[in-house]
């Protein structure tokens, strides 16, 4: 595969690099030398800045290669605070996240968007888990309505373990329902080996985050998000594994942390760049 195909299927998450409108992304793309988002959403359904987004972005010649969804009160602080607010998961957020997501039917049909990632919060392992029924009806829901619309939609990896997430896709049975795979969540949530991981859950995988992390050291808390190429994730074997199983879609570089934010994804860039060159 040459290089021009391998850079084609290399995106960056717009939110990543914490733009303020389209332009300033626009621009920071151009730094990077990528032209393929994966889109907030968000930001377009509220209006505003972003109301044009999708024009501006054709403009330019940048392709929106899926989606991406917030939910309401998500905190992060902590492992704890996460599992209590995290995705769909919470009562006291549903209704207004169910309505939320309603709204970005038509935006994501107005963008040309046919797939949507989300975090689902964390998914109970067991189907006697009293949890279990609710989260499955509230994610069947969301399922059947981007269904409609001849939208696919991903869950994030990471809050569970891969055969975890697969029996519950597997007992959910929504055809339109797969994976945005991140090796980095998996060790950020120390929920195993991102290559074996990603082996169990490929034929579920709609898309790949590009991050990289650090395991903690301390059981209970967070690992860390670094520079991609610097930290546990084992590209040449996680990339391989890709390969092996057919997997062609986007690679969508994220960084979260950090002061340069577009020098960190150009670095991600060219280091995957060189890494899928040599395998």
Wanted: aromatic content about 6%; some cysteine; charged content about 20%.
């Amino acid at each position: 595969m040459t290089d021009q195909a391998l850079a084609d299927r290399l995106g960056v998450c717009s939110w990543s690099l914490q733009p303020g409108d389209p332009a300033a992304l626009i621009g920071q793309l151009k730094q990077i030398g990528i032209d393929k988002i994966q889109l907030a959403l968000d930001p377009v359904r509220e209006g505003g800045a972003w109301a044009d987004a999708g024009a501006q972005l054709a403009d330019a010649g940048i392709t929106i290669a899926s989606g991406m969804f917030g939910t309401i009160g998500e905190d992060y602080s902590t492992l704890d605070s996460i599992r209590r607010t995290g995705g769909i998961v919470p009562d006291e957020t549903w209704d207004a996240n169910w309505a939320n997501i309603q709204q970005l039917v038509p935006v994501a049909n107005d963008l040309g968007v046919k797939l949507i990632s989300f975090h689902a919060g964390f998914l109970p392992e067991e189907p006697t888990d009293p949890a279990y029924a609710k989260l499955s009806g509230r994610l069947a829901k969301i399922a059947d309505l981007f269904g409609d619309a001849g939208i696919a939609v991903a869950f994030e990896t990471g809050q569970e373990d891969a055969a975890t997430l697969k029996g519950f896709l597997e007992r959910l049975g929504k055809p339109n329902v797969g994976v945005n795979f991140d090796p980095a969540n998996m060790i950020l949530y120390a929920k195993g080996d991102p290559v074996e991981a990603v082996k169990v859950l490929m034929p579920h995988v709609r898309q790949v985050h590009i991050k990289d992390a650090t395991p903690t050291g301390t059981p209970g808390e967070w690992g860390a998000e670094v520079v991609v190429g610097t930290g546990a994730v084992d590209w040449p074997a996680f990339l391989g594994a890709l390969g092996a199983g057919g997997f062609a879609g986007a690679m969508c570089i994220e960084r979260e942390a950090g002061s340069d934010r577009v020098g960190d994804i150009r670095t991600a860039r060219d280091f995957i760049l060189r890494t899928l060159g040599q395998s």
